[in-house]
């Protein structure tokens, strides 16, 4: 990229993090803080301005935008998307970025000094010599997941109507409460016609996801009963008690800190209450739906086995939701999807990373409703977290990669080539 888009990228990206959308964990509607409304609002100027079309911000805080192609034989629709919200596990207000250039190793001290980013335990940190690093002032998140994103994809829509890039028609959305999974629940699929599309929202240079988690949410209810512990015998049920001893059923190996790769896990994320009342909210994941259904149904089995063991006078109760499906179910389906992006990488120079998603994406409830949306990097590391980073570099590579998939004339005509190559292959077999 060339340097005064390189500035602009930059620009870009320090302005939208200056919003504070830090989605809210309890909300029930979205957006979950005001703060995502006037992101949105911003970014639909931006778009207008750029020269976009049918630019619309929902009442969800939903931006979408429409560029119709410039070039006859580029007829796919194609769309990017990333979320507005950072994660509710750290603060996302009064975001104190600072940039360094030429990076030359080591520890990395945030603000004052009372933070670092140390490479003894982000070996990554190796890798990033001579680059340029956007970090925090070490008391608040980044926000690069997923203003990054963000910045990337107005940043490619910039450079292709100001160089009259030949590009395919570009739809846009940016969308709130990702991080929450709320704000898919909103997203006006209908005004977002696309053959297929991508989330920008992955990690380090290369990164291509589509395959994720199946997820579910448990949250198991004690009722206890409440009296003198001086005169509890036989009368008193802590409901305490009761959730400690529950939560001792549970496999021990199967939590997030020892698994990694396609492996699931139960999660106990939230524990609250008191002697009366306890509420335990698990988060149930599984890359294989088996695998998924049988975790599910061992969490009933589990509260069944406790009440019929306990005789206890207000049973344990257990909810369990589900909240999104892997996306590959989807995704193999249109294998142009993958095959393009991969083309588009190897065409910047960039070495593919096919990885699954511990976690779950937009593109993960847009599978869910027919739409392929394969995950691509923005060049970030540590989100959600004070120690995020994201390198410039790593943005610019992003960029690039959105251009070029836009770009895309020769690269779709030889992936349509090698995919009905493979086609004739498997029916001549």
Same mark, same amino acid.
């Given at each position: 990229m060339?340097?005064h ?13 200056a919003f ?5 964990s309890s909300a ?5 803080s ?5 992101l949105?609002?911003h970014l639909?100027? /931006?778009l #207008?301005e @750029? $020269?976009l079309q049918?630019v ?6 939903v931006?979408? +935008? %429409?560029l119709?192609?410039?070039h006859p ?9 990333s979320?507005?919200d950072t ?6 207000k ?8 030429n990076?030359?190793g ?18 990554f ?11 925090t002032d070490?008391t ?8 990054a994103?963000i ?7 910039s ?8 590009h395919?028609?570009i ?6 409460d /990702?991080? #929450?999974? @709320? $704000?898919?629940?909103y ?9 297929? +599309? %991508?989330?920008?929202d ?9 395959e994720?988690?199946?997820?579910a ?14 005169y509890?015998?036989n ?5 305490l ?33 008191d002697?009366?009342?306890?509420e335990?909210?698990y988060?149930i994941?599984d890359?294989?739906q088996?695998?998924?259904?049988q975790?599910k ?8 086995k ?15 939701e589900?909240?999104?499906k892997?996306m590959?179910d989807t ?9 393009l ?9 960039i070495t593919p ?13 847009l599978a ?7 995950n ?12 995020e980073?994201?390198?410039l570099e790593g ?5 690039e990669?959105?251009?070029k998939?836009a770009?895309?004339?020769?690269l779709y005509i030889?992936v ?6 493979v ?6 077999r």
């Open positions: 060339e340097e888009n390189n500035n602009e990228l930059l620009q870009r990206f320090l302005t939208y993090v504070d959308t830090q989605s809210k029930k509607h979205s957006p979950s005001p703060g995502q409304m006037k949105a609002l639909q100027q /931006e #207008i @750029l $020269g049918d619309n911000v929902t009442k969800h805080a931006v979408t +935008a %429409y119709p192609s410039n034989d580029l007829t796919q629709t194609i769309g990017f998307i979320h507005l994660s509710p596990q750290c603060s996302g009064n975001v104190q970025p600072e940039v360094i250039e990076y030359r080591g520890d990395i001290a945030l603000g004052l000094g009372e933070e670092f980013i140390s490479p003894v335990y982000y070996p940190l190796h890798q990033l010599i001579g680059k340029t690093l956007i970090v070490g608040t998140l980044l926000g690069a997941d997923n203003k994103g910045a990337e994809i107005m940043t490619a829509l450079v292709l109507q100001q160089e009259n890039i030949p395919c028609n739809r846009v959305a940016f969308t709130p /990702e991080e #929450i999974g @709320l $704000g898919m629940h997203f006006p699929l209908d005004d977002f016609p696309c053959d297929w +599309a %991508y989330t920008i992955g990690g380090e240079v290369g990164e291509l996801e589509y994720n988690f199946n997820a949410t448990a949250k198991i209810t004690f009722k206890g009963r409440g009296i003198h512990p001086g509890a015998k009368k008193l049920v802590n409901a008690t009761l959730a400690c001893e529950f939560q001792q059923g549970f496999p021990k190996d199967d939590v997030p800190e020892k698994t990694s790769g396609k492996e699931g896990f139960f999660h106990l994320d939230d524990f609250k209450g002697i009366e009342k306890v335990l909210h988060l994941r890359f294989d088996a695998n998924f259904e975790r149904a061992f969490i009933y089995q589990l509260v069944e406790f009440n019929r063991e306990k005789s206890l006078k207000d049973p344990v109760e257990c909810v369990i589900d909240s999104y892997n590959y995704v193999k389906n249109v294998p142009q999807a993958i095959k992006a991969d083309a588009a990488m190897k065409a910047c120079g990373n096919h990885k699954p998603i511990r976690g779950g994406t937009d593109g993960a409830f869910e409703k027919g739409l392929a949306c394969p691509i990097f923005t060049g970030g590391y540590n989100f959600h977290s004070k120690h980073l994201v390198t943005m610019e590579k992003a960029v990669v959105v251009i998939i770009n895309c004339k020769d030889s349509k080539k090698k995919l009905a190559f086609i004739i292959c498997q029916y001549n």
